[in-house]
């Protein structure tokens, strides 16, 4: 009887060394969980129960829990590695199509632009919906980067903040027509990059002039494109925008402008020579523009319109949005990280590569998103560290090691005991 004893509390012991060493190897493992050894003691139960002089009959392995506390950040700077503050997890599928559940952020491109783990899983997000403005948070799906261009846009609109000077001596249209090659037919110019559909940059050139009656403190407006004039909607060729201020200084009327938006110049479509891009169709908003004793200024001057672009960089929030950068100044939204929870993390079963699968001790998993109920937020750029405490395990080494010895010896004292018996004469 001591021996079997004593034989349980030697397995008890290794069982209790082999987790120890574990934790202490993944000391270093991202998002590594340490674990501990849970023990019962054994009685051998009668068919009345167990007596008051019945010994017990050794120690089993109840099981083995992990500790899901939250371990240090260690801060990477690869925009790609991903930390959760909080209860959540990431969703990874394996090239089979299972989901595991995982810890470990340490994300990076394959060579299709996925983003996978260091066991080629993919990392799971919604997809964004950009017609909609949302997500679909009910099927999450391999997140893919393109990488290879960014899409261009045809500029539509000019944003000009300009100050035209009030005490501008005003030109005769009658006597001095304008001309785009000659500074001495107006006033004042500035120009922008604008972008046809196919992403070429083209040049544009707004004009100024004041004009005769002063009194009616009335500029004209004239737009070109690579010296090509755009023509306001509705008006013939050389005819320009005419823009009047009231005696404050104030934007008081643009003609023409668009339906309903008083202080925006439409242009008619401009065809532009070359390669077989779409109609080029601008307007000119002038909001906030003023007329003021001060030198001619130009506050604000910026396009909607961009050329192509290159993959300059992924960037992602704490709420889990995943942005893609083009060399094009394009910030591109991708998805969003699907986070999950289970309602007993330490009935999760380890499946191996820092990753676990649910069971059903666990419960389901519950997907989810950051900044939401106990799912966290995410940090860019960090990885969370094992929670794996050294001090606290060399400690445990010395235990497990003191009782693994202390039931050797027991083993040793019951052969003792035995061998007087054996000779016995």
Same mark, same amino acid.
């Given at each position: 009887?001591?021996?079997?004893?004593?034989?349980?509390?030697?397995?008890?012991?290794?069982?209790?060394?082999?987790?120890?060493?574990?934790?202490?190897?993944?000391?270093?493992?991202?998002?590594?969980?340490?674990?501990?050894?849970?023990?019962?003691?054994?009685?051998?139960?009668?068919?009345?129960?167990?007596?008051?002089?019945?010994?017990?009959?050794?120690?089993?392995?109840?099981?083995?829990?992990?500790?899901?506390?939250?371990?240090?950040?260690?801060?990477?700077?690869?925009?790609?590695?991903?930390?959760?503050?909080?209860?959540?997890?990431?969703?990874?599928?394996?090239?089979?199509?299972?989901?595991?559940?995982?810890?470990?952020?340490?994300?990076?491109?394959?060579?299709?632009?996925?983003?996978?783990?260091?066991?080629?899983?993919?990392?799971?997000?919604?997809?964004?919906?950009?017609?909609?403005?949302?997500?679909?948070?009910?099927?999450?799906?391999?997140?893919?980067?393109?990488?290879?261009?960014?899409?261009?846009?045809?500029?539509?609109?000019? #944003? =000009?903040?300009?100050?035209? +000077?009030?005490?501008?001596? &005003?030109?005769? @249209? !009658? %006597?001095?027509? *304008?001309?785009?090659?000659?500074?001495?037919?107006?006033?004042?110019?500035?120009?922008?990059?604008?972008?046809?559909?196919?992403?070429?940059?083209?040049?544009?050139?707004?004009?100024?002039?004041?004009?005769?009656?002063?009194?009616?403190?009335?500029?004209?407006?004239?737009?070109?494109? #690579? =010296?090509?004039?755009?023509? +306001?909607?509705?008006?013939? &060729?050389?005819? @320009? !925008? %005419?823009?009047? *201020?009231?005696?404050?200084?104030?934007?008081?009327?643009?003609?023409?402008?668009?339906?309903?938006?008083?202080?925006?110049?439409?242009?008619?479509?401009?065809?532009?020579?070359?390669?077989?891009?779409?109609?080029?169709?601008?307007?000119?908003?002038?909001?906030?523009?003023?007329?003021?004793?001060?030198?001619?200024?130009?506050?604000?001057?910026?396009?909607?319109?961009?050329?192509?672009?290159?993959?300059?960089?992924?960037?992602?929030?704490?709420?889990?949005?995943?942005?893609?950068?083009?060399?094009?100044?394009?910030?591109?939204?991708?998805?969003?990280?699907?986070?999950?929870?289970?309602?007993?993390?330490?009935?999760?079963?380890?499946?191996?590569?820092?990753?676990?699968?649910?069971?059903?001790?666990?419960?389901?998993?519950?997907?989810?998103?950051?900044?939401?109920?106990?799912?966290?937020?995410?940090?860019?750029?960090?990885?969370?560290?094992?929670?794996?405490?050294?001090?606290?395990?060399?400690?445990?080494?010395?235990?497990?090691?003191?009782?693994?010895?202390?039931?050797?010896?027991?083993?040793?004292?019951?052969?003792?005991?035995?061998?007087?018996?054996?000779?016995?004469?």
């Amino acid at each position: 009887m001591p021996f079997s004893i004593a034989l349980s509390g030697l397995n008890a012991a290794s069982a209790d060394l082999a987790v120890t060493g574990n934790n202490i190897a993944n000391a270093e493992t991202t998002g590594f969980k340490e674990s501990r050894t849970e023990f019962v003691d054994v009685y051998a139960i009668a068919y009345q129960g167990i007596t008051a002089t019945t010994p017990g009959s050794g120690v089993r392995l109840a099981g083995i829990t992990q500790e899901f506390s939250q371990g240090d950040s260690s801060y990477t700077g690869n925009s790609l590695d991903l930390m959760i503050n909080g209860q959540g997890f990431f969703q990874v599928q394996g090239l089979n199509g299972d989901v595991n559940l995982t810890r470990s952020g340490a994300f990076h491109l394959d060579r299709t632009s996925t983003m996978v783990n260091g066991g080629n899983q993919a990392l799971l997000a919604y997809n964004y919906n950009a017609t909609t403005d949302s997500y679909n948070l009910e099927s999450p799906q391999p997140i893919r980067v393109n990488v290879d261009i960014g899409m261009p846009a045809a500029t539509s609109t000019i #944003n =000009g903040q300009f100050n035209l +000077p009030a005490n501008e001596t &005003p030109i005769d @249209p !009658a %006597v001095v027509p *304008f001309l785009a090659t000659d500074q001495a037919t107006y006033h004042h110019a500035t120009a922008s990059t604008v972008y046809d559909s196919l992403g070429n940059a083209h040049t544009a050139t707004v004009y100024f002039r004041k004009v005769i009656p002063d009194a009616a403190n009335t500029w004209e407006n004239y737009t070109y494109v #690579n =010296g090509n004039e755009v023509v +306001p909607t509705g008006l013939a &060729p050389g005819n @320009p !925008a %005419v823009i009047t *201020f009231d005696s404050a200084g104030q934007l008081a009327s643009v003609v023409p402008s668009l339906p309903g938006i008083p202080n925006v110049i439409s242009y008619q479509g401009l065809t532009l020579p070359g390669p077989n891009a779409d109609p080029l169709t601008l307007s000119l908003d002038l909001t906030d523009s003023t007329q003021y004793g001060s030198a001619f200024a130009t506050n604000d001057l910026t396009q909607d319109g961009y050329g192509t672009g290159r993959l300059s960089g992924i960037d992602i929030d704490d709420s889990g949005v995943i942005f893609a950068r083009y060399t094009n100044g394009v910030s591109d939204i991708l998805g969003k990280v699907a986070l999950a929870s289970v309602n007993n993390p330490s009935g999760l079963r380890q499946a191996g590569d820092s990753n676990w699968a649910e069971t059903y001790e666990s419960g389901n998993a519950i997907n989810g998103e950051a900044l939401n109920g106990d799912y966290g937020s995410i940090s860019a750029g960090t990885l969370e560290s094992s929670n794996v405490d050294i001090a606290k395990q060399l400690v445990n080494l010395i235990i497990a090691q003191r009782n693994y010895q202390a039931n050797a010896q027991v083993i040793s004292t019951a052969n003792t005991v035995t061998q007087t018996i054996i000779n016995m004469r």
